[in-house]
C-alpha cells in the first residue's frame, strides 16, 4: 500500500483511503440496499396480494368473528361480536397469564434462590437438583406435561378433590369461591386507602425522628397495626358487607366462585415455575455478588442480621438483581403465546390463529400480533429502566 | 491444667498433638455443620429427608421397579400390572423409537441420517477440543460439514430425494439445532460490531433489528414464516417450510447473540482498542487480533446460555405442524391403542433434553475455567 503514495492514486481510491469518506460512502451504500430491498418486498406484496385478488385492509376487524372463546375473564365475549373483541379478549388473557405469572414466578423464584443459599446441604442440593432439571427442558414440553397432569390424571368435577368443602379440584379445572361485595363494601375499601396512605406518612414521619434523634420505631409492625386494625373495624362497623360465591357441582361440571380453565391453570403453573428457577439463580447472584465486607462492616456498626440484609445487603443486591430479572419478565410474556398449543385463548390463538384462518388476512393479523408484543415489550422495559434508575447508586 | 503436687508429666511444649475432637471431623463434624447446625437447620433437614422420602420410592417404583418394557398396547400394557397404570409403560416408548429418531424418514434411506450423525461428531470433536492434532486442518472439514450433511439428508446428485416434511424427531432438533447455533453467531457477532459501530445509519438499522426481534415471541416468527413469507418473494417462487424456519430461528438466536456479545464488547477496557490503533492496525485487525477475543470470552455463559434457549425453542416448530420430539410425542399420543401414556412420552422427551443442555452448560463452564487468565482478580 505504501507503495504509491497517495496524491498519485485515483480519485476513488482517494476517497477511499480516507476513514470519513469511506465511512460515508458505506452508509450510503447501506442505505441504498436496504430501502431497494424494502421496495422490492413491498412491489412483492402489492404483485402477490392482486395474484390471488386479496387486498392489503383492515376492514375485517369491525366483521362479527363467528368462532367461540372458552375463557373471557373481562370481557362479555359471544361468536356475534367482532374479530376486534376478539383480539381485545386475546390481549386481555395474554396480560392476564403474564401478571399472574410473574407474580407467582418471584415469590416462587426469590423463595428458591434463597434457598440455595442456605448452609443446609439437603435442602441446597434438593432445590439445585430441581432447578437444573427445569432449567434444562424445554417450557413447551412444561406446558403439555402440567396440561397433561391436570386434564388426565385429575378426577372429573364428580369426583373432584374436595378442599375443605369450599375449593374443588378438578380435570375440569380449580374452583374457589368468590368474593361478592355488598352495600358499605365501598366504604370499607375507602377505609383501607386511607389507612394505607396513614401509615405511609407515619414511615416518613418515623424515618425524620430517627434521622434527628437516633429513635427506631418498629415501623413494619406499626403500619400493618394501622392497616390491618382501620380495616378491620370498618368492616365489622359495617356489619360484614362481604359474601362469597361458592362453586356447587351442577350437571357435569361446577357453577359459580371462581373458576380456573385448566389451560389457563396449565400454563399459569408451568410458566411460572419454569421461569421461577431462572430466576432463583439471578437471586442467588446478585446476593452473592455484594461483597462479604459490606456485611461485616454493617455488624461492626452493630446492625443486627435482619437489619443488615434490609439496610446493606438488598439494596446493593438489587441493582445488579433487576436488569436480569426484567428479561425474565419479557421472556415470561413472550413465552406466554407457547398458549396456543394447549388451546388457552391468548392473543396468537384468538386473532393470529382463529381469525387468521376464518379472514385469510395473514398479513394484518400477524402485524396486530407482532405490534402488541413490541408495545408490551417496550412497555415492560420502560417502566424497568425507569424502576432500575430510580433504585441506583445515588453517587455525589 | 495440672493441680498442684502433680508432677507434670511433659516437658513445656513436648506434649504429642492430640486428634481433634470426634465430633468437628469426618462425617459427624461434617453433618453438624451442614445439617443440623441450628434449630431452623434441623427442622429443614427433616423437612427435606421426609421430601425424598415420600417422593423418591414412588418415582422410582413407578419408572423403573413396576414398569413393562414389553407390550403391544397399552392395555395389554397396563394388565400385566398389579393395579393398571401404577407404573410406566416404556414399551410405548421402545416401540416407537425410530420414530422418535428419524421421523418419517424413509426405512431404506436411514444409513444416510446415521451417517451425517457420525460426521457430526467428527465436526464437532475439533471445535470443542483443542488439543487435537492437526485441528487447524480440522476446520475445513468442519466448514464443509453442513453442505455435506445437508447434502446427505436432502439428497439430490445421486442420492435419492427425501422431502423435508418427511424429517422430524430427534433428527430434526439437531438440524434446527446445529444449524442455528452455527450460523447465529457470525450473524450476532457483525450484528453486535454494526451496534457499536460510529456510523449511525448502521447503528440504527441493526438496533432496529435487534429489538425487533427480541420484542416479539419466536413462535410469532414462525408464524410469520409459515404463512406471511410467501408474500415477500417475487411472485411463483416458494422454499421449503424447514428452510424458512431455519433462517427465522438464526435471526431470532443472533439477536440475542448480538446483545450478549455487545455486553462483552463493553466490558473490553477502551484502552485495548486505542492501544491497537496507536499500533496502526486497520479496524477490521484490531477487532479480529485485539477486541473480540477479549469480548467473546467474557460473553462465553451469555452465548451459550441463548444456544441452550435456541435448542430448547426448537420444539416450537410443533405448533407450525412440524414433526420434533415432542410432535412425534403428541402425535402418538393420539393413537388409540397407546393414548394416555402423557407421563411416559413426556419424561422420555425431558430426558433428551436435559442431557443436551446440561452437557452444554456444563462445557461452558469448562471452558470458563480453561480460559480465565486471572484478569478479574487483578482488578
Known sequence: ?396 | MTGPGAPAPYAPGTHPDLPPPVRTTGVVGWARQNLFSSPFNVVLTLLGVWFLASVIPPMAEWALVKSIWTAESRAECWGKMAVPEEAACWAFIKGRLSLFVYGFYPVEERWRVDLSFVLLVFAIVPVLYDRLPGRRHWFWYVAAFPFLAGWLLVGGFGLAPVETDQFGGFMLTLIIGVTGISFSLPIGIALALGRTSSMPVLRILCVLFIEFIRGVPLIALLFVASTMLNYFLPPGTSFDLLMRVLIMVTLFASAYIAEVVRGGLQGVPKGQAEAADSLGLSYWKAQRLIVLPQALKISIPGIVNTFIGLYKDTTLVLIIGMLDPLGIGRASLADAVWAGLAREVYLFIAVFFFVCCFGMSRYSLYLERKLDTGRESEK
Not at chain 1, 436496504?34 to 406484496?45: D, G, H, K, Y
Not at chain 1, 413472550?334 to 392473543?347: E, F, P
Request: charged share 15%; glycine share 8%.
Open chain 1, 1 to 396: 500500500m505504501a507503495a504509491v503514495p497517495i496524491e498519485d492514486r485515483g480519485l476513488l481510491a482517494r476517497l477511499w483511503g480516507n476513514q470519513e469518506t469511506r465511512s460515508v460512502i458505506v452508509q450510503i451504500a447501506t442505505m441504498a440496499i436496504v430501502f431497494a430491498l424494502l421496495a422490492l418486498v413491498l412491489r412483492n406484496v402489492a404483485i402477490n396480494l392482486e395474484a390471488i385478488g386479496k387486498e392489503f385492509s383492515f376492514d375485517f376487524l369491525t366483521a362479527p368473528a363467528a368462532y367461540d372463546i372458552t375463557f373471557s375473564p373481562f370481557i362479555d365475549y359471544t361468536s356475534r361480536d367482532t374479530h376486534f373483541t376478539a383480539a381485545a379478549v386475546g390481549i386481555l388473557n395474554t396480560l392476564l397469564v403474564a401478571v399472574c405469572g410473574i407474580a407467582a414466578a418471584s415469590v416462587l423464584g426469590v423463595t428458591m434462590g434463597i434457598l440455595r443459599l442456605s448452609r443446609n446441604w439437603l435442602v441446597n442440593r434438593i432445590v439445585y437438583v430441581f432447578l437444573e432439571f427445569t432449567r434444562n427442558v424445554p417450557v413447551l414440553l412444561h406446558i403439555l406435561l402440567v396440561h397433561g397432569i391436570v386434564v388426565t390424571t385429575l378426577p372429573p368435577p364428580r369426583r373432584a378433590i374436595d378442599l375443605g368443602g369450599t375449593a374443588f379440584v378438578s380435570n375440569r379445572g380449580f374452583f374457589a369461591p368468590s368474593p361478592v361485595f355488598e352495600e358499605g363494601s365501598g366504604i370499607v375499601a375507602a377505609v383501607f386507602v386511607i389507612a394505607v396512605v396513614a401509615a405511609l406518612a407515619f414511615r416518613r414521619w418515623a424515618k425524620r425522628v430517627q434521622v434527628e434523634t437516633g429513635k427506631i420505631y418498629s415501623v413494619f409492625w406499626i403500619c400493618t397495626a394501622i392497616i390491618g386494625g382501620a380495616t378491620a373495624v370498618a368492616f365489622l362497623a359495617l356489619g360484614a358487607p362481604l359474601s362469597w360465591d361458592l362453586p356447587a357441582l351442577k350437571g357435569f361440571n361446577f357453577q359459580g366462585g371462581l373458576a380456573l380453565r385448566p389451560e389457563f391453570l396449565a400454563l399459569w403453573l408451568a410458566l411460572s415455575y419454569y421461569t421461577a428457577c431462572f430466576i432463583a439463580e439471578i437471586v442467588r447472584a446478585g446476593i452473592l455478588a455484594v461483597s462479604h465486607g459490606q456485611t461485616e462492616a454493617a455488624y461492626a456498626l452493630g446492625l443486627r442480621p435482619n437489619r443488615n440484609l434490609q439496610l446493606v445487603v438488598l439494596p446493593q443486591a438489587l441493582r445488579i438483581i433487576v436488569p436480569p430479572l426484567v428479561s425474565q419478565y419479557l421472556n415470561l410474556t413472550k413465552n406466554s403465546s407457547l398458549a396456543i398449543a394447549i388451546g388457552y385463548m391468548d392473543i396468537v390463538a384468538t386473532i393470529g390463529g382463529i381469525s387468521l384462518m376464518q379472514t385469510g388476512k395473514e398479513m394484518e393479523t400477524m402485524l396486530i400480533v407482532l405490534g402488541v408484543y413490541l408495545v408490551f415489550s417496550l412497555l415492560i422495559s420502560a417502566f424497568m429502566n425507569w424502576f432500575n434508575r430510580s433504585i441506583r447508586y445515588k453517587e455525589r
